[in-house]
């Protein structure tokens, strides 16, 4: 069974930045997609970043250039490079993958900007 297990996160002061890790386990298969969701109190969960097996990635609107999703290179582990964070960035951000038709979620992290 795939489990994904996040490491990361925590307090930083406005305009500092943060690395997200999450890795899959329990799988000898690449993910076809590995993306990352934040979820703020409130609000409803809403995607930061997706990478694709091809290389592709996409970014939520908010991000405007200031985080970097990127993957290890058999599709497994998927890491979020945040900088310039902001306090509206502070929410619970999730890793999400596919593979096979199916969709895993970690168990969440806490991500808390200071102003």
């Known amino acids: 069974q795939v489990q994904l297990v996040q490491s990361g996160g925590g307090l930083v002061q406005a305009g500092g930045s943060l690395r997200l890790s999450c890795a899959a386990s329990?799988?000898?298969?690449?993910?076809?997609?590995m993306g990352w969701h934040r979820q703020a109190p409130g609000k409803q969960r809403e995607l930061v970043a997706l990478?694709?097996?091809?290389?592709?990635?996409n970014y939520g609107d908010f991000v405007k250039g200031r985080f970097t999703i990127s993957s290890d290179v058999v599709m497994r582990t998927v890491y979020l490079q945040m900088n310039s964070l902001k306090p509206d960035d502070t929410a619970v951000y999730y890793c999400?993958?596919?593979?096979?038709?199916?969709?895993?979620w970690g168990q969440g992290t806490q991500v808390t900007v200071s102003a």
């Open positions: 990478v694709t097996r091809d290389g592709s990635t």
């Open positions: 999400k993958m596919y593979q096979l038709g199916n969709e895993y």
């Open positions: 329990g799988s000898a298969f690449s993910m076809n997609s």
